[in-house]
Each structure stands twice: as structure tokens, then as C-alpha cells.
């Protein structure tokens, strides 16, 4: 069975930092690549960053770049979105996904979901 498991969400004031991860199972882990999407309230959902496991490439939308940096712990089966400089705009529900690899690329057509985790950007 396929499991994508996320945590680390929670509430931050703006400026600060959190650190998401995302554990799968059930899956050849090397051979994927894993995305980071979030949806806020009323709003359409949007791919934050990915990263291919096997050759390390990564992608990130330009409203990110800068401030959040996703990793992998291939030992562990696990990507990490590290995220700083959080904004309220950054409030979301954040998931993460996974499908195979594709040649060249930090992401992929995603198979497995996980079930998201809350990330509030407030003072």
C-alpha cells in the first residue's frame, strides 16, 4: 500500500520559519520524484516545488524561491520543504505527491497523494 504521510504544519508568525516532511512507503522511492503542492481557501491548487530523488534536481515556483528549499533523506524515504520567511500568503494547506521520474526533470505526473498538512503564516 502507497503512503504519503506529511507533518511539521502548524501556526508561525510572519518572518518565521517551519519545516515540512513528507514520508512515503509502498513505492520505489529512488525512482520517483516527490512535489509539494498547496491550496488555500477559495483558491485553485498551486505546485510550490519538487524534486527528482534520483539525481537530486529540483523545481520551485518564483513566489518561493529564495525563502523555501526542498531535500530528500533517501535513507529515510522522506522530502523535507523547508520554509522561511513565511508571509500570510504562504497559509495553505500544504500536500505532498509522488509519481515516477521523468528524464531531465525535478517533477512528474503524480500518482499518490498525501492527505495535507496545515501551515497558518499569522501575528
Known amino acids: 500500500e502507497v503512503q504519503l504521510v506529511e507533518s511539521g504544519g502548524g501556526l508561525v508568525q510572519p518572518g518565521g520559519s517551519l519545516r515540512l516532511s513528507c514520508a512515503g512507503s509502498g513505492f520505489p522511492f529512488n525512482d520517483y520524484a516527490i512535489g509539494w503542492f498547496r491550496q488555500a481557501p477559495g483558491m485553485e491548487r498551486e505546485g510550490v516545488s519538487c524534486i527528482s530523488i534520483s539525481d537530486g534536481r529540483t523545481h520551485y515556483v518564483d513566489s518561493v524561491k529564495g525563502r523555501f528549499t526542498i531535500s530528500s533523506d533517501n535513507a529515510k524515504n522522506t522530502v523535507y520543504l523547508l520554509m522561511n520567511s513565511l508571509k500570510p500568503e504562504d497559509t495553505a494547506v500544504y500536500s505532498c505527491?509522488?509519481?515516477?521520474?521523468?528524464?531531465?526533470?525535478?517533477?512528474?505526473?503524480?500518482?499518490?497523494w498525501g492527505q495535507g498538512t496545515q501551515v497558518t503564516v499569522s501575528s
Open positions: 505527491a509522488a509519481g515516477p521520474r521523468l528524464a531531465g526533470k525535478a517533477c512528474a505526473l503524480y500518482d499518490y
